[in-house]
C-alpha cells in the first residue's frame, strides 16, 4: 500500500485544503473526498503526475442533504481512485465537465444530466442519455425526492 | 454525389438490441455518424436501491444475458469489501472457473455474430454449434445455459465434483481444436482478411484518449487487462498471458479474441488442477456496516465496473454500474468515420456492444404527480391503430 | 392441319415443357438443391423438400403492402417484367438435347440481354419503392452490374468464339464432337462462375441486399405476391445461368434419347449449383468497391487472355 499512500501524501501537500485523514485506502483502491473547489486541480494533478488517464465512470448520488460526485479514475497499475466532492442539493446545481482531461466522459456525464438533473458545463450539445425523447421535464429518476 | 442521411436503427438486421445510429453518407463513405442510446433502460441502479443486497445479486445478474457472472461477481465483491468478508478460496476459483467459462461462451458467440456482419453465414453456423458445448458444460455446473445464479454473498452457491471436472477437461479438448481450426480460418481465409484488416482503426493513443477498453484496446496492442492489473480472487494464482495484438483493427480484435479463448483453456485447465477443498461461503449478514467499495472485473467485453455505497441498512444506498460497452461508445464513432456503409456493421460488432448492459435504468412511472405521459397499454393501443391509418395502413386487425 | 398441330406443339413447348412451367418447377427443385447443400456444408440439418413451394404458398397469402410514396403501377408490374425476361432467356437454353427450343446464330448474345434485364429492374424496383434502403440496394445493384457483367460476357464468349458460333446449340453441338477442347476452357469456367454470383447476387457478391448493411436492399418495400414473383424469378435465374454455364461448358449430350438427356441436363445444372452454393459456404462478402476492383482486376484479364488464346487455337485447329 506504499504506492497508494504516497499519492495521498503527495495530494496533500500540493493542496494544503485537501484532508487526507478521512481517506479510506485499501489494497490499489482509494476513496477520497476533496472540496469543490480543489476538485479540479486535484483530477488534473492525478492524471498529469501519477498517471490516472483512464475514466471508469462518474457517479452521481443524492445524499440528501446534497448531491455527491464520484470520479472514479484508474491508473496503468491498477489503482482505483475515487474522488469524491458534494455539491448543494436541488435545482440549478452545475458543475464543470472533465471533458478537457478525460475525453471518454461525454456519456457519463450525459447521464448526470439526465438522471440527476445538474448542469454539467462545457458539454457539447446532445440527445439526452439514457432517459428517452419524451422523458417529462423537471424529473430526475435518482433524486431521493 | 449528395448526401444521404441513413438510420441503422432503433432496429436493424445488424444490430442485436436496439440502440439507433444515424449515418450521413457520402456514396458508400460515411461522412458523419451519431449515436443514440437508450432504448433498453430498465432502472436497475434505482431498483436497487429498493431491493436488498442479496436481491440484488439476481438482479444485476440481468443487466445483460452475456457477461451475467461477469456483473454479479463485480457486485458481490463490492458487497463482501463492505462486510469485510473473506470469501474461501475454493468458492473463488470456482467464481473464476464461471468467469472463464463464460469468456468462452461469449467469444465464440461474437465469432459467429462477427460472421455474420461481413456476410459469412459459414462461420456464424460453425461458431454457434461450437458454443453449445461450453453451454452444456454451464449448464452442467450451474444449471442454466446463461444467468448461472452461482455467485451469493460470501461465495458460491455450488460445489463442482471431480467427474464434473472430468466433463469440463473433455469439452476443452473438443474446444481447443476448434479454436484452433477458426484460427486457421482467420489467418488464411483472403476473403475475412481483405473484410476485416485496416477496417475500424483505433490507434492506441486514441483507444486510451478516448477511454476504450477489453479487446478493443488490447487490439491496438495495450496490455491492459483487469485479471493482471487488479487480481481480484484467484487470478494472481493462475499463469496466462494477456492477449494483444499490433493490427489496432477489426482484425486485431478478431485475433485477439481467439488468443483469449486459447488462453482460456489454459486458465481452467489450471484452476481445475489446483483448486483446493473447503467450504464454498462464509456467512455474510444482512445488515451491511455504511461505507463504499468499487471493483473491476474483467468481463468479455472489457473493463466492468461497480460501485456500492451503503447506509447501514439491509439494503444499498446507491449501486453505481458501468458496462463495457459504455466506455467503448466514445470509440465507436471515431471508428466509423470516414469508413464504408458496407464496414459499420463489422465496425459496430468488433466491439463487442452490450447495450443491454450500458442502458440499465428504466423510466420509473410518477403516479404521484399524475401526469398524463405514461401511457397504459390500451391508450398504447390505440395510438398504434391511429397512427397506422394515417399512413393508409388499416392492417385489418387490432393489435 | 398441321399447321395447327405445330402451333399447338409450339404454345405447349413455350407455356409448359421446356418452357414456363417446366422452368418454374426447376426453379423450385433447384433451390431446395441449393439450400440443402448451403445447410449440409453448414453443419446444419437444412429444410425439407417441399419448403421452397411452402415459403412461394405462404407469400402468396399474404397481404400485399405497397409504400403509400412508391410509383403504384411500376411498383406491381416490376417483378412480371424481371420474371418474363428470364423465363423468355430460357428458350434458347438447350436442354433434353443439344438443340434449343428456338435457336438463331446470335442467340448467346440475346440470352446475355436478357440476362441483364432482371439486374435493371432490381434497380428500378429499388428506386420506385422510395425507400432509401431500397435506393441503396438499388444503387449497388447497378454499381455490380458494371463490375460483373464484362467478366460474365467475356467468359461466355471464349468458348464461342473456338466453336466460331455465336449460337448457344452451335457451341454445344461443337464441343460435344471435340470434348477434349473443353478442358482449354477452365480459367473461363471459373469466370463464369464467379461472375454468376454477382449477376445472382449471391455471396461474396451480395453486397445489394446485404441485410447486415442496407436491410433487405432492393426488396425491402417488396411483400406478398410481388416478392413471391421476385424470389420466382431468382430460381429461375439461378436455374437459367446455371443452364447457360452448363451448356456452354459441358461436352456431354447423348443424341436420340430425350429422357436420359433431360436426366444428364439435370445433372449438369446440379453440379453448378453445387459449385454455386460451395463458394456461397466458403467466402465472406466482398465490400462493393473490392467487389467491383476485384471484377476489373482479376476476373476480366483472365477472360481476356481465354478470349486471345482460344482464337489462337482456333486459327491453328
Known amino acids: ?145 | 454525389m449528395s448526401k444521404m442521411i441513413v438510420p441503422l436503427g432503433p432496429q436493424h438486421p445488424a444490430l442485436e438490441e436496439p440502440e439507433s445510429f444515424t449515418l450521413m453518407l457520402e456514396g458508400e463513405r460515411v461522412a458523419a455518424a451519431t449515436v443514440a442510446l437508450g432504448y433498453n433502460h430498465r432502472g436497475m441502479e434505482k431498483a436497487a436501491e429498493s431491493r436488498t443486497y442479496v436481491q440484488n445479486i439476481y438482479l444485476l445478474e440481468r443487466i445483460c444475458g452475456i457477461c451475467s457472472h461477469s456483473h454479479s461477481t463485480c457486485y458481490v465483491q463490492t458487497v463482501e469489501a463492505l462486510a469485510g468478508a473473506e470469501v474461501p478460496k475454493r468458492a473463488q476459483y470456482i467464481r473464476a472457473l464461471i468467469g472463464e467459462l463464460e469468456r468462452i461462451h461469449s467469444h465464440l458467440l461474437w465469432l459467429g455474430i462477427a460472421g455474420h456482419e461481413i456476410g459469412f453465414m459459414t462461420l456464424f453456423m460453425y461458431a454457434w454449434k461450437d458454443r453449445e458445448i461450453v453451454m452444456d458444460i454451464l449448464e452442467m455446473l450451474t444449471g442454466n445455459r446463461i444467468n448461472y445464479g452461482m455467485n451469493m454473498l460470501g461465495g458460491v452457491r455450488r460445489d463442482i465434483t471431480p467427474e464434473q471436472g472430468q466433463k469440463v477437461l473433455e469439452a476443452l479438448d473438443a474446444l481447443e481444436e476448434r479454436t484452433e481450426y477458426y484460427k486457421n480460418v482467420i489467418l488464411q481465409e483472403q476473403t475475412v482478411a481483405i473484410r476485416t484488416l485496416g477496417v475500424g482503426r483505433l490507434s492506441r493513443e486514441d483507444g486510451l484518449r478516448l477511454g476504450a477498453t477489453g479487446p478493443v484496446l488490447r487490439a491496438a496492442g495495450v496490455v491492459k487487462d483487469i485479471r493482471k492489473d487488479d487480481p481480484t480472487e484467484v487470478y494472481n494464482e493462475l499463469d496466462f498471458k494477456v492477449a494483444t495484438d499490433e493490427h489496432a483493427d477489426v482484425y486485431g480484435r478478431t485475433v485477439v479474441r481467439v488468443t483469449e479463448l486459447m488462453e482460456s483453456y489454459h486458465m481452467i485447465r489450471q484452476i481445475l488442477r489446483q483448486i483446493p477443498d473447503g467450504p464454498l461461503s462464509v456467512k455474510v449478514p444482512n445488515r451491511i456496516p455504511a461505507g463504499e467499495a468499487a471493483a473491476r472485473y474483467e468481463a468479455p467485453r472489457g473493463e466492468d465496473f461497480h460501485y456500492t455505497r451503503s447506509n447501514g441498512t439491509d439494503k444499498p444506498e446507491r449501486v453505481k454500474v458501468r458496462a463495457p460497452t459504455l466506455a467503448n461508445l466514445a470509440a465507436i464513432t471515431h471508428m466509423i468515420d470516414g469508413g464504408f456503409l458496407a464496414d459499420v456493421p463489422i465496425v459496430i460488432a468488433a466491439i463487442d456492444p452490450c447495450f443491454s448492459c450500458t442502458d440499465r435504468m428504466v423510466r420509473v412511472k410518477d403516479a404521484s404527480s399524475g401526469r398524463d405521459d405514461v401511457w397504459n397499454w390500451d391508450k398504447l393501443r390505440q395510438y398504434s391503430i391511429e397512427w397506422h391509418k394515417k399512413r393508409g395502413q388499416d392492417l385489418g386487425y387490432r393489435i | 392441319m398441321a399447321n395447327l398441330m405445330s402451333v399447338g406443339t409450339a404454345i405447349f413447348n413455350i407455356l409448359v415443357y421446356p418452357g414456363f412451367l417446366f422452368l418454374g418447377v426447376l426453379s423450385l427443385v433447384y433451390e431446395y438443391a441449393d439450400r440443402i447443400i448451403y445447410a449440409r456444408l453448414q453443419n446444419r440439418v437444412g429444410p425439407p423438400w417441399y419448403q421452397p413451394v411452402a415459403d412461394l404458398i405462404k407469400l402468396l397469402t399474404k397481404e400485399t403492402v405497397i409504400p403509400s410514396e412508391a410509383n403504384n403501377r411500376l411498383f406491381r408490374s416490376i417483378p412480371t417484367f424481371a420474371f418474363a425476361a428470364t423465363a423468355a432467356s430460357f428458350l434458347y437454353i438447350p436442354v433434353w438435347n443439344n438443340r434449343s427450343l428456338l435457336p438463331f446464330d446470335g442467340d448467346l448474345i440475346v440470352v446475355m440481354y436478357f440476362l441483364t434485364i432482371p439486374t435493371l429492374t432490381f434497380f428500378l424496383a429499388g428506386w420506385y419503392s422510395s425507400s432509401l434502403f431500397a435506393e441503396i440496394g438499388g444503387i449497388r445493384a447497378m454499381m455490380q452490374l458494371f463490375a460483373y457483367e464484362v467478366p460474365f460476357y467475356m467468359s461466355l464468349l471464349g468458348p464461342a468464339a473456338l466453336a466460331g458460333t455465336w449460337s448457344i446449340s452451335g457451341v454445344s453441338q461443337f464441343y460435344r464432337e471435340h470434348p477434349l477442347l473443353i478442358l482449354i476452357n477452365i480459367p473461363s469456367l471459373a469466370v463464369a462462375i464467379f461472375s454468376a454470383q454477382g449477376k445472382l447476387e449471391r455471396v461474396p457478391f451480395d453486397a445489394p441486399d446485404a441485410e447486415t448493411e442496407v436491410v433487405g436492399g432492393t426488396f425491402t418495400e417488396y411483400s406478398g405476391r410481388f416478392l413471391a414473383m421476385f424470389r420466382m424469378m431468382l430460381g429461375a435465374e439461378m436455374v437459367v445461368v446455371a443452364a447457360l454455364i452448363a451448356a456452354v461448358f459441358s461436352p456431354f449430350f447423348i443424341g436420340g434419347n430425350a429422357a436420359l438427356g433431360l436426366f444428364l441436363f439435370l445433372i449438369k445444372v446440379l453440379a453448378v449449383v453445387f459449385l454455386l452454393a460451395l463458394m456461397r459456404a466458403a467466402l465472406a462478402r466482398f465490400r462493393l468497391d473490392q467487389m467491383v476492383s476485384f471484377c476489373w482486376k482479376v476476373l476480366t484479364p483472365v477472360s481476356l487472355a481465354q478470349i486471345l488464346l482460344d482464337l489462337i487455337i482456333k486459327g491453328a485447329l
Not at chain 1, 501524501?9 to 476513496?31: C, G, Q, T
Not at chain 1, 452545475?94 to 448542469?119: D, N
Open chain 1, 1 to 145: 500500500m506504499q504506492k497508494e499512500n504516497d499519492i495521498l501524501n503527495s495530494l496533500s501537500k500540493k493542496f494544503p485544503e485537501i484532508d487526507i485523514s478521512e481517506a479510506a485506502v485499501s489494497v490499489r483502491k482509494i476513496y477520497l473526498s476533496v472540496p469543490e473547489e480543489a476538485f479540479m486541480n486535484a483530477l488534473k494533478f492525478l492524471s498529469a503526475e501519477f498517471g490516472f488517464k483512464n475514466l471508469c465512470t462518474v457517479t452521481g448520488l443524492d445524499a440528501g442533504d446534497g448531491y455527491e460526485f464520484i470520479y472514479h479514475i484508474s491508473d496503468d497499475e491498477g489503482v482505483l481512485m475515487n474522488l469524491k466532492f458534494k455539491t448543494a442539493g436541488g435545482d440549478g446545481v452545475t458543475i464543470k465537465s472533465v471533458l478537457p482531461i478525460y475525453q471518454g466522459a461525454t456519456f457519463y456525464e450525459r447521464e448526470l444530466e439526465g438522471l440527476l438533473g445538474v448542469k454539467v458545463e462545457g458539454l457539447p450539445e446532445g440527445r439526452q442519455y439514457p432517459l428517452p425523447d419524451n422523458w417529462p421535464e423537471g424529473q430526475y429518476p435518482m433524486r431521493k425526492n
